[in-house]
């Protein structure tokens, strides 16, 4: 994308919300009342990152570690049991996205449009970029992948940083400043390219399938964009995605071909099992709907009006926080509260992220990493 496109768009999302802000009061979210829990959710542990984290990431555990960034270059890889760093790096410029993350190996994107692979706190290669990109690198079978501000897809090779192969789709001018979809299925790259879920083979970078999840509308570029979104939900060869403030559906992935979607109106990821799958409105409504057919199972309240995270399904409940600081557990089968706990933060920067045995850890807005057990 040309730098005036993505100004353009940046103008369009402030004057919308500057009209919003001025032509309605943003309604109140109702009180809740303190929630009889037979057991608290128990704090574990936090890990101290940086002072501030502007971008939503989306959390990774692999081998009992996940890694994570500040907005002024710090990165970390954390050990989930202990809380611990395994290691620490700080590359000393600003960054863009949050990492791709194997185990061993971080990439990351700086804000002059770099992409550096890190491991044990040490720069391996960099690699110059010709355009932007607020989606997190992907690491997968000895390569890094990236999705680009024009629509772009390349694929670095993991060791020596070379280019492998660039895919270019044309779509809509205007791209979401948002972590997109990026994740491999089986011997596939799957990627969000505008409201399309996209299939291309990861050594060459050819189409295998591409299928629309939501199809651009509207008069003007912002009201045409419907980009999808991280994280998706994957249960077999079923991938779950989110299209933009537009749809929500489903795809066999297997097959290349779409199971069902349905309007919803958010701006973050889904999460779910082989039955339900769960998303959060921006209204602050949570919806379930029947992962098979796509029907609406439940639909919940009692967080309306809160700005919320993603959500994360669990064996014990859904997970959701909100803009104030609280961490939510929902029942999977109705929606209803069944728990709840205060952070000490004003907001997350992150979905919150499952560990072994019940557990999960969230990332906040001021660098905190927060590590709890479910009850």
């Known amino acids: 994308m040309k730098a005036f496109a993505i100004m353009r768009f940046l103008f369009l999302v402030m004057a919308a919300a500057v009209l919003t802000a001025c032509g309605s009061s943003k309604p109140q979210p109702v009180e809740i009342q303190n929630i009889k829990a037979d057991k608290p959710i128990q704090a ?62 971080v990439a990351v994107v700086t804000l002059n449009n770099e992409l550096v692979l890190i491991k044990a706190g040490k720069v391996l290669w960099r690699n110059r970029l010709t355009s932007q990109s607020y989606t997190h690198p992907l690491i997968a079978g000895e390569r890094v992948f990236m999705m680009m ?11 020596s940083g070379q280019r492998l192969w660039v895919q270019q789709r044309p779509g809509e001018p205007l791209v979401l400043k948002q972590n997109g979809v990026l994740m491999p299925f089986q011997n596939t790259l799957l990627v969000g390219l505008g409201g399309r879920l996209t299939a291309l083979n990861p050594d060459n970078g050819q189409i295998k399938w591409d299928v629309p999840v939501a199809n651009p509308r509207g008069i003007n570029d912002l009201e045409r964009l419907v980009d999808l979104v991280a994280k998706p939900s994957r249960v077999d060869n079923s991938v779950c995605v989110r299209a933009f403030q537009a749809q929500v559906g489903c795809v066999d992935a297997l097959r290349g071909s779409v199971l069902w979607t349905r309007s919803s109106v958010g701006s973050q990821g889904v999460d779910g099992d082989a039955k339900t799958l769960i998303g959060t409105e921006s209204n602050g409504m949570v919806q379930a709907w029947s992962r098979t057919s796509g029907d609406r199972l439940w639909d919940s309240d009692r967080l309306k009006y809160r700005e919320l995270t993603g959500p994360l399904f669990t064996s014990k409940g859904i997970v959701i926080g909100d803009s104030g600081g609280w961490l939510y557990l929902l029942s999977a089968a109705d929606g209803s509260l069944m728990n709840r706990v205060q952070t000490s933060s004003d907001g997350f920067a992150s979905t919150p992220t499952a560990l072994a045995d019940g557990g999960f850890v969230v990332l906040t807005r001021n660098g905190l990493l927060l590590a709890y057990q479910l009850p």
Request: glycine share 8%; charged share 25%; no cysteine.
């Open 44 to 105: 574990l542990w936090k890990f101290k990152l940086g002072d501030d984290v502007s971008y939503v990431q989306s959390l990774q555990v692999v081998q009992e570690r996940l890694s994570l960034t500040s907005d002024d270059g710090n990165i970390a890889v954390v050990n989930v049991r202990s809380g611990q760093a395994v290691w620490r790096f700080d590359l000393k410029t600003p960054l863009n996205t949050g990492t791709g993350f194997d185990g061993e190996h």
């Open 149 to 159: 501000a024009d629509r772009s897809v390349l694929a670095f090779d993991l060791l």
